[in-house]
């Protein structure tokens, strides 16, 4: 049997938006919803990655089909979209069933499918939600819980990082395949630092550090970011910390990475940071803590540097010293193996794996 030949639900995660006019989620799409079988839509912000996994997977000659789960915290609608992926492996005869999220998504799926189930687990849903201390909240703890179980009854997993994959129980690595979120070269290229700067409107001379919050997420750990630019300030004062808490076009995130000088990035957790893969396709430094697979991806390049702690002092030596030199990374060079086409091949592998083609 051929890749082409089968087909391969995907189910997505995402809350529905209620009211597209004046939304301030952002860009918007219509995706089709198992809250009730219709198209509904959703922030492209929280269906962006995914979604280009499914694209990639598709051009490679797939049949793929797709559904969102929303309400994940009622009962009743867990029980309903469970009932309907019942119905959609009798009725449509898939293959396999790939879903994009642990706990509850995830412990739906593999009670219900009668097709073969693998999970993609994304970082928070497996490693558990963090308050603004670090600390893991009750929610989180379910979280892993529920994920874990969900695990144990999947037929494959995919972890974001090696990190990601050894926190699984011993047992349930040898069916673990560590496969990062995937780079849209196309969306992600050099743009001359001045040229991104007019298209944003931004200062020419100031020294611009990008912070993702992800809407202010107490992950992100933005106080430390917050203790690492100050001490930044006291030296360089035409510093300036662009916080970017969503709202914007994913198509205009290549000029914020090109008109920016550094990224910084000071997370509790991360599977595999997207912007910072993004960052680098785009040759900007990132200074980076400890978290997901940045020690892994920053390995080797130029004017980046992971830290050994979460010390704001050390942080903030290191980015004055990029931020004075001016120059930027060398990440391009490094991350053809995460193009959106490399990564559908190796999910596909997982995919034959584990149908044993």
Not at 183 to 212: E, N
Request: charged letters at 20%.
């Amino acid at each position: 049997m051929r890749m082409g030949q089968y087909k391969v639900f995907h189910i997505h995660v995402g809350n529905r938006i209620h009211s597209v006019q004046g939304s301030e989620n952002g860009p918007l799409e219509e995706r089709f919803s198992f809250y009730d079988d219709k198209l509904s839509w959703y922030s492209k912000h929280d269906i962006i990655n995914a979604d280009s996994q499914m694209q990639s997977l598709l051009a490679k000659g797939l049949e793929i089909n797709y559904g969102h789960f929303s309400n994940r915290k009622s009962i009743l609608k867990l029980w309903q979209y469970g009932l309907k992926i019942r119905r959609l492996c009798k009725n449509e005869k898939y293959d396999l069933i790939h879903v994009f999220w642990g706990s509850t998504t995830a412990l739906m799926t593999v009670i219900f499918s009668t097709r073969p189930v693998i999970i993609s687990f994304s970082g928070s849903d497996l490693l558990g939600l963090k308050n603004s201390k670090g600390k893991i909240t009750l929610s989180g703890r379910i979280s892993k819980v529920l994920s874990i179980i969900a695990a144990c009854l999947a037929d494959s997993l995919i972890t974001k990082s090696e990190a990601m994959k050894n926190t699984l129980p011993e047992g349930l690595r040898i069916k673990t395949t560590v496969i990062p979120n995937g780079v849209d070269f196309s969306s992600f290229y050099l743009i001359p630092l001045a040229d991104a700067r007019t298209r944003l409107g931004w200062q020419s001379q100031s020294k611009i550090v990008l912070f993702f919050s992800s809407g202010g997420a107490p992950v992100k750990n933005f106080r430390l970011a917050s203790e690492t630019f100050q001490k930044v300030k006291e030296t360089i004062p035409n510093a300036v910390l662009k916080v970017i808490d969503g709202g914007i076009d994913h198509n205009d995130l290549v000029y914020y990475y090109n008109a920016s000088d550094a990224m910084l990035l000071t997370s509790f957790h991360e599977g595999s940071n997207n912007s910072l893969k993004e960052a680098m396709a785009c040759n900007l430094p990132v200074i980076s803590v400890p978290c997901g697979d940045a020690p892994e991806r920053l390995r080797g390049l130029t004017n980046c540097y992971v830290s050994k702690e979460y010390d704001a002092s050390e942080l903030a030596e290191v980015l004055i010293r990029i931020l004075l030199t001016g120059e930027r990374s060398n990440g391009r060079g490094f991350i053809d193996e995460l193009s959106l086409s490399r990564v559908a091949d190796r999910i596909i592998e997982v995919y034959e794996k584990t149908l044993q083609v």
